[in-house]
């Protein structure tokens, strides 16, 4: 049984920084894709950032350069260091796990950014 717990949301001020952390359960988390990603109120829950097996990173344009995913294999977890905190950034962030053809989501954690 596969489960991905989020944690480090919360408030922050506008140009602050947050780490989001995702602990999975289960096996397989070291040949596994992990992303993080976002829905805001009323909008399409959409990717932020993604990191392969081996480590390879991807981003949203819009997060470029202020977020930054990684992965401790050893922790079964996987980061999404946050700086430079817009308003814009404020929805509840989940986790995704991607093995092979399934994949798997965690509850999500909220991040508010006030302005």
């Known amino acids: 049984q596969v489960q991905l717990v989020e944690s480090g949301g919360g408030l922050v001020q506008s140009g602050g920084s947050l780490r989001l952390s995702c602990a999975a359960s289960?096996?397989?988390?070291?040949?596994?894709?992990m992303g993080w990603y976002r829905q805001a109120p009323g909008k399409q829950r959409e990717l932020v950032a993604a990191?392969?097996?081996?480590?390879?990173?991807n981003y949203a344009d819009s997060v470029k350069g202020r977020f930054t995913i990684s992965r401790d294999n050893a922790k079964n977890t996987v980061y999404l260091q946050m700086n430079s905190l817009k308003p814009e950034d404020t929805a509840v962030y989940y986790c995704?796990?991607?093995?092979?053809?399934?994949?798997?989501w965690g509850q999500g954690t909220r991040v508010t950014v006030s302005s």
């Open positions: 995704k796990k991607t093995e092979g053809r399934y994949y798997y």
């Open positions: 289960g096996s397989g988390f070291s040949v596994s894709a």
């Open positions: 990191i392969t097996s081996g480590g390879t990173t």
